[in-house]
C-alpha cells in the first residue's frame, strides 16, 4: 500500500560504472513493487572512468523525476557527499547505501516496516545480529571489521550491533542534524553518526542484513582509512 512518505536515495558514487545499472535496477524494482514514492540522487565525485555518463544513461532510461543527478568535480569525503545530496532531497525520509552492491535493496521494505513500527528516527542495518552476515570477506577483513566494532562496543557503548555499516534509513530532518554534529571524515563517519544519535536520544532500530562483498572494482577501505578509524574512536571516547 502506498504512503504520503517519500524516501530519497543518497548514492555516492566514485568509478562505479559498471555497478551502477545494478544498483539503480534494483532499487527502482524493489521501491517501486512496495508502492514507495522515490527518487535516486547520484552524487559522483568527478568519476574518471565514466560513472557520470552511465548516470545520464539511466536518467533518460528512468525519468528525471527518478533519476536526480548531482555531481561534483572531485573526490571530496562521503560526508560531504551526503550534505551535497540532501540539499537536493525532495523526500521526508533519506535512504543511504553503497553503490558497490554490497548492500541489496531488497532489504529496503523491511527497513521502512521498521521504522514505521515505532517512528524510530534511524534505522541501520545490522551485519552481526538476527540472520545477519558477511559473504565474500577474506579472514583479514572480516577480522578488521569486526575488530573495530568491538573496540566501538567497549568503549562507546552505544546499543546497536553494527556500527560500522552505512546501509541506513534516516528521517530527513534528523541526518541533517547529525551531519551537522559530526566531525568525523571517512570510514569512520558512519560509526560517529550513531554515537551521535544516541547523544541527542534520537531512536535507533536495526534490521539484520546480508553484506555481500563488490562484484566489481576495489574496495576503498585501506590501511590509512583503519588508522583513521581507531583515532576516531578513541576521539569520540575521550569527548563523548
Same mark, same amino acid.
Given at each position: 500500500m502506498?504512503t504520503?512518505n517519500?524516501?530519497?536515495?543518497?548514492?555516492?558514487t566514485?568509478?562505479?560504472?559498471?555497478?551502477?545499472?545494478?544498483?539503480?535496477?534494483?532499487?527502482v524494482?524493489?521501491?517501486?513493487e512496495?508502492g514507495?514514492d522515490?527518487?535516486i540522487?547520484?552524487?559522483?565525485?568527478?568519476s574518471?572512468?565514466?560513472?557520470?555518463?552511465?548516470?545520464?544513461e539511466l536518467?533518460?532510461?528512468?525519468?528525471?523525476?527518478?533519476i536526480?543527478?548531482?555531481?561534483?568535480?572531485?573526490?571530496?569525503?562521503?560526508?560531504?557527499?551526503?550534505?551535497?545530496?540532501i540539499?537536493h532531497?525532495?523526500?521526508?525520509?533519506?535512504?543511504?547505501?553503497?553503490?558497490?552492491?554490497?548492500?541489496?535493496?531488497?532489504?529496503?521494505? =523491511?527497513f521502512?516496516?521498521?521504522?514505521?513500527?515505532?517512528?524510530?528516527?534511524?534505522v541501520?542495518?545490522?551485519?552481526y545480529?538476527g540472520?545477519?552476515?558477511?559473504?565474500?570477506?577474506d579472514?583479514?577483513?572480516?577480522?578488521?571489521?569486526?575488530?573495530?566494532?568491538?573496540l566501538?562496543?567497549v568503549l562507546?557503548?552505544p546499543?546497536?550491533?553494527?556500527?560500522?555499516?552505512?546501509?541506513?534509513?534516516?528521517k530527513?530532518?534528523?541526518?541533517?542534524k547529525?551531519?551537522?554534529?559530526?566531525?568525523?571524515?571517512?570510514?569512520v563517519f558512519q560509526?560517529?553518526?550513531?554515537i551521535?544519535?544516541r547523544?541527542?536520544?534520537?531512536?535507533?532500530?536495526?534490521?539484520p542484513?546480508?553484506?555481500?562483498?563488490?562484484?566489481?572494482?576495489?574496495?576503498?577501505?585501506?590501511?590509512? =582509512?583503519?588508522?583513521?578509524?581507531?583515532?576516531?574512536?578513541?576521539?569520540?571516547?575521550?569527548?563523548?
Amino acid at each position: 500500500m502506498a504512503t504520503l512518505n517519500k524516501y530519497s536515495v543518497l548514492l555516492p558514487t566514485y568509478e562505479e560504472r559498471n555497478n551502477l545499472p545494478l544498483i539503480v535496477w534494483l532499487l527502482v524494482k524493489h521501491l517501486s513493487e512496495s508502492g514507495h514514492d522515490f527518487e535516486i540522487i547520484i552524487i559522483d565525485d568527478g568519476s574518471p572512468d565514466g560513472t557520470l555518463d552511465v548516470a545520464k544513461e539511466l536518467q533518460r532510461l528512468y525519468g528525471k523525476d527518478k533519476i536526480v543527478l548531482r555531481p561534483r568535480e572531485k573526490k571530496l569525503g562521503l560526508g560531504t557527499a551526503y550534505i551535497h545530496g540532501i540539499k537536493h532531497a525532495t523526500g521526508n525520509f533519506v535512504i543511504i547505501l553503497d553503490a558497490d552492491l554490497s548492500h541489496h535493496p531488497k532489504f529496503l521494505p =523491511e527497513f521502512i516496516r521498521k521504522q514505521a513500527e515505532k517512528d524510530y528516527d534511524v534505522v541501520t542495518g545490522t551485519r552481526y545480529s538476527g540472520n545477519g552476515g558477511v559473504f565474500g570477506w577474506d579472514l583479514k577483513r572480516k577480522v578488521i571489521s569486526r575488530g573495530a566494532n568491538y573496540l566501538t562496543q567497549v568503549l562507546l557503548r552505544p546499543g546497536v550491533s553494527d556500527l560500522t555499516g552505512s546501509f541506513r534509513l534516516y528521517k530527513k530532518a534528523v541526518l541533517e542534524k547529525l551531519i551537522n554534529a559530526c566531525v568525523s571524515k571517512g570510514y569512520v563517519f558512519q560509526m560517529e553518526m550513531i554515537i551521535r544519535a544516541r547523544q541527542f536520544n534520537f531512536s535507533v532500530a536495526e534490521v539484520p542484513i546480508t553484506f555481500v562483498d563488490r562484484l566489481y572494482g576495489e574496495s576503498k577501505l585501506g590501511g590509512s =582509512e583503519v588508522v583513521a578509524f581507531f583515532k576516531g574512536v578513541l576521539y569520540l571516547f575521550a569527548t563523548t
